[in-house]
Every structure is written in structure tokens, then in C-alpha cells.
């Protein structure tokens, strides 16, 4: 920068020497039109600024201070004989300190007065980079140039000043910790909120913040302001970076209670006054190339609601959490942009929770502290670290009358513990008086902890066996779930059980006590089943038990009688005597086949036209959705067709010669057998759920059929793939059953047989 020349008014300057040289009472000031003396190019390039002048206010002596008024005064020392108009200093009084920048200056015998505003760091420091540190991993693993504390105190509940070296202290700790902490009986029992149509309270609270501060400032090159309206020199940073975090561990144990009556929506947040006691503010001075820069952490207790209820609810629920990490934000004034930085590490342990009472909540609270951090009393960058819970109580019912089966009575509860962050900046400190930013509310987790109900289970009855008209008292148990420990234990809530099923029932609800609710059943038939339900708010069927007995029917395999290819299979059901609500048959190979005759106990089913080979088969009877099965039995169909002999074999002067009859044919004349693709033996039924090669199958494994409104069953995808070409394969009928060289015809073969 090309250095400038000023001239100033000879009768200013005269002033000047007469003041300076005949009085020690004297007043510099900046005249309206004077123009200051510009300083050098080096400037530009010093890291403080050559107008900032220190002072030892241990040794200087402060008489007043009007920060109102800019009005300062303080006695003169070899220290202040440098000051002068467009100097930069601190001004250290007893609870606050100032960077101001002189205006006006007066001597008066040893005595020095100023007028002045206030400045900030941007008019003291530029090229630089340092870190405000009070400890942590983040400083150990810093690069930057890393600046610890000079000098640490806090307020005492008294109002008193005291210092604190928390790095000497036996138990190793974090700056706050052993300073920011309350426990239960400094708040046990305190009401939050207390409205005319809700309440909440605490329980229990504990809090433990211990926390380190690491701020790093980055100041750009130097912009020289000549000259302002007010007459006074500046020397801001062109640019300006911050990166602050605060790290350590958060502790709180909170057990809060919400009783709500009628119908009402609320949200607040707003600070708890009285609860700042419990965490005083704490000074840091760092040294910082010969500038004393003070930071204050002050720390502020809110609470916060959000929540809709309509009915009377009471709900109570607790948690503790043990939060470690990191919370924080980057920031650079090119962009204006403000970048979050949040790490955490939780451990949560829960409180069972409790309800009462009827209807719908919605709920969210908070009681956290929010972190101010504080520059020479100019606000700079604060932390919200905002723990909760949250509860959602639904209640419902419906009846219709005449119709029981739609009506439902059914209570869900979820209750949720997380934590919130934010972080914010606000730049007065820096000279931007009405610039404030913030990250907004950065979820860190949100943790569903607790949900009722979550299972129903059959426990016990007092007949084993369904028995018709013969009265049975069956238990059941409901069961909530613990996310924490990742368990279903039984419900510690009143929940409704509708109990289901044809028959007599002493109650069509039951409410469960310790988790377990029971009802007396008469049943019709001995194939009915009991079914307790558990409904959620939409009416909707959310988890079912049932109970259809543990009768073992006692089925018999029987001797088949084999004719040929005919077959009569038995089967025999022990010590039964109604038979007209169950199903009984013979099972063979994979079909079910329903016998509609039974004599003395024994029913048989015939099979007719079987091709050759073994079957396996067995009794079965089928009670509602139970099955029971006898012992599995095997009966043979023999061969009764020969393989052609040669002179049976017949060529027509062609590729390949030809059978004289189909496979389980005797002459030419006769049809002989029927196969599926690919399958080798006969059956009784072809259709698509008996093919062997069929494999589309919903999720409970029943078959899934083709819609075959479009004229074309067959999807392709829907079967095992065994080729389109199967002569002389496993698959090949010809070749199993005859063996040899005798296999089916190929496509080509059988396109020249018919040319």
C-alpha cells in the first residue's frame, strides 16, 4: 500500500504542543475534520493490532465505569502513556470485561478519563489462527495452535468470585464437572407446568454436565477503516472462520409424571429461572499472543412441552441416560454457512412406566441446559443439549349393537427417550450485532424404550381338551416389550383382552391384572377354538392366542387291499364317537382324500386305475385347522404290460424305430397311461397344486394358481425348469419305465413320423 501524507491545521497543531508541553491536564481528541495518521503497510500483515494497548488491571486502578455512556477512568502508569485516540484496549472491572477503542482522551494529574465504544476481536487480532482450549481429546488432537487457560474462576452461590484449577483437581473431570451438577432433592417433586387443565412434575431429576470448551477462531487479513462518522480507526478482519465445540459426558436421571384432563394442545419453551443457581457461571482467561481474551460459560436451565390430550390421562415414565460426545458447529463468513458437528454415545436404562385413566396423549418434554458462550459479555456461541421423553397413549372403543363381533375396546401405549441438539452463533462478538444462527434441532437418537401391548400368549387351562358343553377356564397372558433389553415381559399396564369363539363365554372382555386375564368357555363342539384378541385404536386386530385344546385323536393306518390297479385303503379312529365335525381320509403320497363312510370306527377310500409303482399312504383325521396322522404304510401296483419284443418293434424306414403300443398299453388299440410333463407315474387328480414341477406358493406355502381368464395359463416362471427337450432323461417316462434304449420321441422324430 503506497504510504499517504495528511496535513492537519497549523492551530491544531499549535494546540497540540501547548497541551502536551505546558499542563499535565490535557484532552486529545479527534476533531471532526481531523484525519488520523495512517498507519504503515505492515499493518496489514501484524497479527494484533499496533493500536492495542495492554494494561495490568491488577496493578491500574479502575474508577469508573459507565458502559452506557462509554465513560471509563483509571489511573495513569507507565503502561498508558502509549494511549491515544484509536487506541484499542480491555477494560477488566470486577464481574465483566469490555474491548473498547478510545475516542477521547484526558490527563489529569496521574488520572486518565476516555470516552470510547466498544470493539471486538476482529479490531485486535487478523493472520491468524489459534484455539481457546480448556481441554479434551479434540485440543490433544489439534494441529492449530492450541492456547490453555490462564486463569479459571466462577461465581459462588453467594456472588462471589473464587478461583478454580479443575486441572489440578484429584478426580479427573472436565471444566464443569464439578460445578454443573444438581441431584433428586434439590428438585424431587417440583411442578414444571401446573395449568387449569394439566400438570406436570418431576418425580426425580439428576443432571451432571461435564464438559470441556474448544473454540477455534481463524482471522483473515486486515482491512484498514481510515476514517468512520464517529472518528474512530478500525482495523477489522477481512474474513473470519469459527469452529467451537463443547465435549464431554452428560448425565440425567429423570422420572416425570403428565396428568392431563379434557381436551387441550399446548407447546412451550422457556427458561426455569431459579434452577441457574445450580449452575454458575464460570470465567476462562486465555493468553492469547499478550491479549488477555476472556470467555464466559454461562449455563441456563429450560424446560419445554409439546403435547395434545383430550380425555383424563396420567402418565408416568422415567429414564436415565449417559450421553459422551461431542456437540458443535463450523462456521466461515464467505458462505455464511453454519455446518453442525455432533457425536454421541448413549447408555439408557428406563423406568417402567404407568397409566390411568381414559382417552388420547401426545406428549414431548424436555429439561435441559443451554450453554452460553460469552465474549468479553458479548454473546457468542451457544449448545442446547436436550434430552426427553415422549409418550403416545391411544384409547378407543366401538360397539355396534346387535353386532358383537365388530365392537373392540383396546389401550396402546409407546413411550420414547431421545436427545435433541442444537447448536447456535451469534456474532456480536465479532462486530455483527444482528447476526444470529443456528443449526436447528439435530435429532441424535430417538428410541422407542417401551410398548404396551405388545403379545398375548396361551398360559393355562383347566381341561386340556375342548369337550363340548363341558365348561373350561383358560389363561392367558399379555405381554409389553422392553426395547432396552430387547424382551417381551408381562404387562405392568390394565390391558383389554376381547375374548372370541363360538360358544359360552363369562365375559366378552377381560382386563388384565399382572399381566394375565382369564375367562370360563363353554364350547359347541370339540373342534371350536377360543381366541383372546388384542385390538389396536383403528379396531384392527393387532396380536391373537388361541386355544382349540390339546385332544389327540388316536388315527390308525390300516392294511390296503391291492387288486391290480386298484387299492382300498383303511384307516381307523380309536375312541371317538361323533364324527360329524371333523374330516378323516387317506393321505397318499402328498393329496388328502376325504372318506365319506365309517362302520365300527374304520373308513376306507378306493383308488382305481393307479399306474405301477410304490405309494406310500397313511390315516388321517383333521379337527378345525389340526391334523392328526397314523403310521405311514406302502403298497406296490406291479407292471402288468410287457416291454414290446422285436417283433413288436415296428420300422417304417426312418430315422428311429417305433413301439408298437403307448406305456401301459397291451396292443396298439389301447390308449395306455396318462402323464404330466416330466413325471413318470400316474395319479388320481392332474391339476396344478398335484403337478411336481409347480413351485409358485404364497408366503403360508398353499399354491397360487394361474388366472387363465386371457386364454393362456401357462407363466413360465411359475415352474421348475426341466427343459423342453427331455428324451432319454430322468424325466423321460419311456426310458425309467421300459429302460434300454427306449426313450420318448424327439420334436424332429415325431414331425417325421407324421410326414
Known amino acids: 500500500m503506497k504510504k499517504k501524507t495528511y496535513f492537519v491545521l497549523m492551530a491544531l497543531l499549535l494546540l497540540f504542543t501547548f497541551n502536551a508541553c505546558s499542563s499535565d491536564s490535557s484532552e486529545e481528541v479527534l476533531s471532526e475534520k481531523e484525519e488520523p495518521e495512517v498507519p504503515p503497510e505492515k499493518y496489514e500483515n501484524d497479527v494484533v493490532n499496533p493500536d492495542y494497548v495492554p494494561i495490568d488491571w491488577k496493578k491500574t486502578k479502575l474508577h469508573e465505569v459507565d458502559e452506557e455512556n462509554g465513560r471509563y477512568s483509571f489511573d495513569a502508569s507507565s503502561e498508558t502513556k502509549n494511549l491515544k485516540p484509536g487506541s484499542i484496549l480491555t477494560i477488566n472491572a470486577d464481574t465483566v470485561s469490555y474491548i473498547v477503542i478510545v475516542n477521547k482522551l484526558k490527563r489529569d494529574n496521574g488520572k486518565i478519563s ?39 474462576s466462577f461465581l459462588d452461590i453467594d456472588g462471589e468470585w473464587k478461583e478454580y484449577n ?49 473454540m477455534t477462531l481463524s482471522f483473515s487479513g486486515r482491512t484498514l477503516q481510515e476514517v468512520k462518522d464517529d472518528i474512530e480507526k478500525q482495523y477489522r478482519s477481512k474474513a473470519l472462520s469459527i469452529d467451537a465445540n463443547i465435549e464431554g459426558r452428560f448425565e440425567t436421571n429423570q422420572q416425570l ?25 464460570i470465567k476462562v482467561v486465555f493468553p492469547v499472543f499478550g491479549v488477555p481474551v476472556e470467555v464466559s460459560l454461562n449455563a441456563d436451565v429450560y424446560r419445554a412441552v409439546s403435547f395434545s390430550a383430550n380425555g383424563e390421562i396420567s402418565a408416568y415414565m422415567g429414564f436415565t441416560d449417559k450421553a459422551s460426545g461431542t456437540l458443535g458447529f463450523q462456521w466461515n463468513q464467505s458462505d455464511d454457512r453454519l455446518d453442525p458437528v455432533k457425536d454421541f454415545k448413549n447408555e439408557l436404562s428406563v423406568t417402567y412406566p ?27 456461541p451457544s449448545f442446547d443439549i436436550r434430552p426427553y421423553m415422549r409418550t403416545s397413549i391411544h384409547g378407543g372403543f366401538y360397539e355396534e349393537l346387535l353386532s358383537s363381533s365388530k365392537d373392540f375396546c383396546a389401550w396402546d401405549l409407546s413411550n420414547y427417550v431421545g436427545l435433541d441438539a442444537r447448536a447456535g452463533l451469534s456474532l456480536m462478538f465479532v462486530g455483527h450485532e444482528v447476526k444470529n444462527i443456528s443449526t436447528g434441532d439435530m435429532n441424535v437418537f430417538d428410541k422407542c424404550i417401551y410398548h404396551s401391548p405388545y403379545d398375548i400368549r396361551y398360559v393355562s387351562s383347566t381341561s386340556k381338551s375342548v369337550q363340548k358343553n363341558v365348561p373350561n377356564t383358560v389363561k392367558f397372558e399379555v405381554y409389553d416389550m422392553d426395547s432396552i433389553f430387547n424382551r417381551s415381559i408381562p404387562t405392568i399396564l390394565s390391558q383389554i383382552v376381547k375374548f372370541e369363539g363360538k360358544g359360552e363365554l363369562s365375559s366378552k372382555y377381560g382386563i388384565a391384572n399382572h399381566g394375565q386375564v382369564s375367562v370360563e368357555w363353554i364350547p359347541t363342539s370339540f373342534k371350536d377354538t377360543l381366541y383372546a384378541r388384542l385390538y389396536n385404536v383403528d379396531g384392527k386386530i393387532m396380536k391373537e392366542a388361541k386355544f382349540y ?95 414290446p419284443t422285436p417283433g413288436q418293434v415296428v420300422d417304417l424306414g426312418l430315422s428311429v424305430k417305433w413301439a408298437g403300443w403307448n406305456i401301459g398299453a397291451n396292443k396298439p388299440e389301447d390308449f395306455g397311461s396318462y402323464y404330466a410333463w416330466g413325471e413318470t407315474g400316474e395319479k388320481s387328480v392332474y391339476e396344478y397344486k398335484t403337478y411336481s414341477y409347480w413351485k409358485d406358493l404364497d408366503e403360508s406355502g398353499d399354491y397360487i394358481l394361474p388366472d387363465c381368464k386371457g386364454g393362456d395359463c401357462m407363466n413360465y416362471a411359475e415352474f421348475v425348469n426341466i427343459g423342453n427337450n427331455i428324451s432319454g432323461t430322468n424325466y423321460d417316462v419311456a426310458h425309467v419305465r421300459w429302460g434300454g434304449n427306449w426313450r420318448m420321441p424327439t420334436y424332429d422324430e415325431c414331425a417325421e413320423l407324421k410326414s
Not at 133 to 147: C, F, L
Not at 172 to 184: A, C, E, R, V, Y
Not at 356 to 377: A, F, S
Not at 577 to 593: V, W
Open 354 to 380: 404407568t397409566m390411568k385413566g381414559k382417552g388420547d396423549m401426545n406428549g414431548k418434554v424436555w429439561l435441559y441446559p443451554r450453554i452460553r458462550v460469552i465474549l468479553y459479555e458479548l454473546l457468542g
Open 114 to 152: 476516555i470516552e470510547a465504544r466498544k470493539g471486538d476481536l476482529c479490531d485486535i487480532f487478523a493472520n491468524t489462527e489459534f484455539t481457546l482450549s480448556t481441554g479434551g481429546q479434540s485440543a490433544k488432537n489439534s494441529s492449530k495452535n492450541v492456547i490453555l487457560p490462564q486463569k479459571i
Open 166 to 214: 479443575f486441572m489440578n483437581s484429584r478426580t479427573p473431570s472436565h471444566l464443569t464437572g464439578n460445578l454443573w451438577k444438581w441431584d433428586n432433592d434439590k428438585l424431587e417433586g417440583r411442578v414444571l407446568y401446573d395449568h387449569p387443565k394439566f400438570r406436570i412434575y418431576l418425580e426425580k431429576s439428576d443432571f451432571h454436565i461435564d464438559i470441556d470448551l474448544n
Open 257 to 281: 409424571r403428565l396428568d392431563a384432563w379434557h381436551q387441550y394442545t399446548y407447546d412451550n419453551d422457556e427458561r426455569i429461572k431459579e434452577l441457574s443457581k445450580y449452575l454458575p457461571k
Open 549 to 643: 385344546g390339546d385332544t389327540q385323536i388316536n388315527v390308525m393306518t390300516e392294511n390296503a387291499s391291492v387288486e391290480k390297479t386298484n387299492v382300498v385303503c383303511f384307516g381307523k379312529l380309536e375312541d371317538m364317537d361323533d364324527f360329524s365335525e371333523m374330516e378323516y381320509g387317506i393321505k397318499i403320497n402328498e393329496n388328502h382324500i376325504a372318506s365319506h363312510n365309517i362302520n365300527n370306527l374304520i373308513y376306507s377310500v378306493e383308488l382305481s386305475d393307479l399306474s405301477e409303482g410304490a405309494y406310500n399312504y397313511c390315516a388321517y383325521a383333521k379337527i378345525g385347522t389340526e391334523i392328526y396322522y397314523g403310521d405311514i404304510k406302502t403298497f406296490v401296483i406291479e407292471a402288468d404290460n410287457k416291454e
